[in-house]
């Protein structure tokens, strides 16, 4: 009897287990183990992008935003250095890390935008640039065939470093046995396709018995609806994977395979220290270039729309620009070279390290005309500075523990008598009190890195209106057209409405603070209508003094043309017949191969006429 139950037990188990665990059968292990994902939406919010953009319009913006672009770009500080030398340099940094011309060729995207620009030289122009070799500038002969120069007239000084991907990866199945796993994050995860490695705090999940040096297979564990209709991580770290079904978030990982690395610690390691790299990338599905670090102060990583954006802005030497949300201050440094480094940059931004992140990268570019605070953009006009061309401040210098109210502590020289404020009892109280609190933090923090701030962001109380030339807002936004993104469930009709009056009421400081006949450019990375276009129709509404102005290059695509009314009824106006063409929006499925961002750019009139 005891036999035979056994007997029956196992042949269960064994069904069960079968069941359970079925055997992967090959032709299913190329979709399971490659990268092919299916960016997950809030529903509301697909059917809203849907109505903006066309169903297959959309599927394919959605396809290109689980994907990095295949080249990075790469903008040259003029003031330091040339393209010709950076490119020379980076060829010799690319061909050390063994990047070969096959390689990066393989998957790269269309050189042609929508516009019909050539915005990298063609195989066709590389080609006969080898034939003519012996007559080139020593410049061209030791130019590696993935770098080009952008062929944009004014953004010559633009380099493109071609990768590639996606790649096929083995990861070693064979005969049932799957290969060792490691589960990231999503955040990790997105990193890993910009080029980052594995770091400690993004392992989610290991398998069992993993030693330092195993080949491990890498895939991302995307968030899941819950029961209570949210959306959560399902996985406690420290998860052990066993390369079967009852694994956390198995069938979700299918397709979800970002390359194959080898473990830097022990699975043992991984899971008791708190940073370091876990996994070394060695096979990677897409390949770029990784320039973190490399000729720092020379050149600087930033996509392509936002070099465009400072161009759009078209600073003028010696003008007074702000830029209203400047942090970490790429655009900010483009707008500083553009200028020549003459004029006045205010850069600010509502977080502290931030603007010091603004102040390091101002020093490391050489740049002396970025003033940079800390201030919330919803509060940047002060009207009791009216007559004061500079800002209502409290200075804090970390160099001489010296607090002073300055209206331009960059450079007091270029100030009219007349804009210097007035300390009142109440601001030399704040202003003592701020002087006590740095002599106490001067022993820690030590000297400042900054030319003129020292290791401390100055506190700015707003600036007076009309008295910036040009305005930049580059609005914090939804960020949906930052790639690669593997999930975008989080946003809802509701937060993308909020995030559309945050930037409403930024607008409206930008406008009280730029001059009559100034400029004001505002810009988002994200592919919401309804925070572009929807902007846009807000602003020329309500202020009539403003126009759009046309930009200046122009290798984006049209804006979107007409509304949509929501479930509540509420009706959301875009762009009118004719505003289109005034308006860059750069589409991330389109050969471009951009991030998907959006580019207004306003002429001032006169303003009192309309007031
Ligand atoms: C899109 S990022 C700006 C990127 C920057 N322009 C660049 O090109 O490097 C938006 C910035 O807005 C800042 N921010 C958000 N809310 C703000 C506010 N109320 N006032 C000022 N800055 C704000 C964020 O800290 C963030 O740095």
């Given at each position: 009897?005891?036999?035979?139950?056994?007997?029956?037990?196992?042949?269960?188990?064994?069904?069960?287990?079968?069941?359970?665990?079925?055997?992967?059968?090959?032709?299913?292990?190329?979709?399971?183990?490659?990268?092919?994902?299916?960016?997950?939406?809030?529903?509301?919010?697909?059917?809203?992008?849907?109505?903006?953009?066309?169903?297959?319009?959309?599927?394919?913006?959605?396809?290109?935003?689980?994907?990095?672009?295949?080249?990075?770009?790469?903008?040259?500080?003029?003031?330091?250095?040339?393209?010709?030398?950076?490119?020379?340099?980076?060829?010799?940094?690319?061909?050390?890390?063994g990047?070969?011309?096959?390689?990066?060729?393989?998957?790269?995207?269309?050189?042609?935008?929508?516009?019909?620009?050539?915005?990298?030289?063609?195989?066709?122009?590389?080609?006969?640039?080898?034939?003519?070799?012996?007559?080139?500038?020593?410049?061209?002969?030791?130019?590696?065939?993935?770098?080009?120069?952008?062929?944009?007239?004014?953004?010559?000084?633009?380099v493109?470093?071609?990768?590639?991907?996606?790649?096929?990866?083995?990861?070693?199945?064979?005969?049932?046995?799957?290969?060792k796993?490691?589960?990231?994050?999503?955040?990790?995860?997105?990193?890993?396709?910009?080029?980052?490695?594995?770091y400690?705090?993004?392992?989610?999940?290991?398998?069992?018995?993993?030693?330092?040096?195993?080949?491990?297979?890498?895939?991302?564990?995307?968030?899941?609806?819950?029961v209570?209709?949210g959306?959560?991580?399902?996985?406690?770290?420290?998860?052990?994977?066993?390369?079967?079904?009852?694994?956390?978030?198995?069938?979700?990982?299918?397709?979800?395979?970002?390359?194959?690395?080898?473990?830097?610690?022990?699975?043992?390691?991984i899971?008791?220290?708190?940073?370091?790299?876990?996994?070394?990338?060695?096979?990677?599905?897409?390949?770029?270039?990784?320039?973190?670090?490399?000729?720092?102060?020379?050149?600087?990583?930033?996509?392509?729309?936002?070099?465009?954006?400072?161009?759009?802005?078209?600073?003028?030497?010696?003008?007074?620009?702000?830029?209203?949300?400047?942090?970490?201050?790429?655009?900010?440094?483009?707008?500083?070279?553009?200028?020549?480094?003459?004029?006045?940059?205010?850069?600010?931004?509502?977080?502290?390290?931030?603007?010091?992140?603004?102040?390091?990268?101002?020093?490391?570019?050489?740049?002396?005309?970025?003033?940079?605070?800390?201030?919330?953009?919803?509060?940047?006009?002060?009207?009791?500075?009216?007559?004061?061309?500079?800002t209502?401040?409290?200075?804090?210098?970390a160099?001489?523990?010296?607090?002073?109210?300055?209206?331009?502590?960059?450079?007091?020289?270029?100030?009219?008598?007349?804009?210097?404020?007035?300390?009142?009892?109440?601001?030399?109280?704040?202003?003592?009190?701020?002087?006590q609190?740095?002599?106490?933090?001067?022993?820690?923090?030590?000297?400042?890195?900054?030319?003129?701030m020292?290791?401390?962001?100055?506190?700015?109380?707003?600036?007076?209106?009309?008295?910036?030339?040009?305005?930049?807002?580059?609005?914090?936004?939804?960020?949906?057209?930052?790639?690669?993104?593997?999930?975008?469930?989080?946003e809802?009709?509701?937060?993308?409405?909020?995030?559309?009056?945050?930037?409403?009421?930024?607008?409206?400081?930008?406008?009280q603070?730029?001059?009559?006949?100034?400029?004001?450019?505002?810009?988002?990375?994200?592919?919401?209508?309804?925070?572009?276009?929807?902007?846009?129709?807000?602003?020329?509404?309500?202020?009539?003094?403003?126009?759009?102005?046309?930009?200046?290059?122009?290798?984006?695509?049209?804006?979107?043309?007409?509304?949509?009314?929501?479930?509540?009824?509420?009706?959301?106006?875009?762009?009118?017949?004719?505003?289109?063409?005034?308006?860059?929006?750069?589409?991330?499925?389109?050969?471009?191969?951009?991030?998907?961002f959006?580019?207004a750019?306003?002429?001032?009139?006169?303003?009192?006429?309309?007031?």
């Open positions: 009897m005891k036999k035979a139950r056994d007997c029956l037990l196992k042949t269960f188990r064994r069904t069960f287990f079968t069941l359970q665990n079925p055997k992967p059968q090959m032709e299913d292990l190329p979709e399971r183990y490659s990268y092919n994902p299916v960016l997950i939406w809030n529903p509301q919010v697909e059917e809203y992008f849907v109505k903006a953009y066309g169903a297959e319009h959309f599927s394919h913006i959605s396809k290109a935003l689980t994907r990095p672009s295949c080249y990075s770009c790469i903008r040259v500080n003029t003031l330091k250095s040339t393209t010709d030398t950076v490119i020379e340099k980076l060829s010799t940094i690319v061909k050390e890390m990047c070969s011309n096959s390689e990066n060729k393989t998957l790269v995207g269309g050189d042609v935008d929508a516009n019909g620009i050539d915005l990298m030289q063609s195989d066709s122009r590389r080609a006969s640039m080898k034939i003519e070799d012996e007559k080139k500038p020593v410049t061209e002969k030791f130019q590696h065939p993935s770098i080009s120069r952008c062929q944009v007239p004014g953004l010559d000084y633009v493109f470093v071609r990768g590639s991907g996606p790649h096929t990866i083995d990861y070693g199945y064979a005969n049932g046995r799957p290969p796993e490691v589960i990231v994050s999503r955040k990790c995860a997105e990193a890993v396709l910009r080029g980052a490695q594995v400690v705090p993004g392992v989610m999940a290991c398998s069992a018995h993993v030693e330092k040096g195993d080949a491990v297979a890498v895939s991302v564990a995307v968030e899941q609806r819950g209570d209709g959306w959560s991580l399902g996985i406690t770290r420290g998860t052990v994977v066993q390369g079967l079904p009852t694994d956390p978030y198995h069938s979700e990982r299918n397709g979800l395979y970002i390359g194959q690395g080898t473990t830097a610690m022990s699975r043992a390691g899971f008791r220290v708190s940073g370091g790299i876990a996994v070394d990338m060695n096979n990677r599905v897409f390949k770029l270039p990784s320039f973190y670090d490399v000729l720092e102060g020379e050149i600087f990583l930033q996509n392509l729309p936002s070099i465009v954006t400072a161009h759009a802005l078209d600073p003028q030497k010696g003008e007074r620009i702000l830029d209203m949300c400047a942090a970490p201050g790429g655009k900010t440094t483009a707008i500083a070279i553009l200028m020549k480094d003459e004029g006045e940059v205010i850069a600010a931004d509502r977080s502290h390290n931030k603007v010091m992140d603004i102040q390091k990268l101002a020093a490391e570019m050489g740049l002396s005309c970025i003033a940079t605070y800390k201030l919330d953009a919803l509060k940047s006009v002060n009207r009791n500075v009216d007559s004061c061309k500079g209502a401040s409290v200075c804090i210098d160099n001489d523990g010296v607090v002073n109210n300055s209206s331009n502590s960059m450079n007091l020289d270029n100030v009219e008598p007349s804009s210097v404020t007035e300390v009142s009892e109440v601001d030399k109280t704040k202003m003592q009190n701020a002087k609190k740095m002599n106490g933090w001067r022993p820690r923090n030590g000297p400042g890195r900054n030319q003129c020292g290791g401390r962001a100055e506190n700015s109380r707003g600036f007076a209106p009309n008295s910036f030339d040009r305005v930049l807002l580059d609005a914090p936004c939804s960020a949906l057209g930052l790639r690669p993104r593997i999930f975008a469930g989080e809802t009709i509701a937060s993308l409405r909020n995030h559309a009056k945050y930037q409403r009421r930024m607008f409206d400081q930008a406008v603070l730029v001059r009559p006949g100034g400029v004001i450019v505002y810009s988002t990375c994200t592919i919401n209508p309804g925070e572009n276009e929807a902007l846009v129709r807000y602003a020329l509404d309500k202020y009539k003094f403003l126009t759009l102005a046309p930009q200046h290059p122009r290798i984006g695509g049209p804006g979107l043309v007409g509304h949509f009314e929501f479930a509540d009824h509420f009706v959301e106006e875009w762009l009118r017949p004719g505003e289109e063409h005034l308006v860059q929006r750069f589409d991330p499925s389109s050969p471009l191969d951009t991030i998907g959006f580019i750019k306003f002429s001032v009139g006169t303003k009192d006429l309309e007031e």
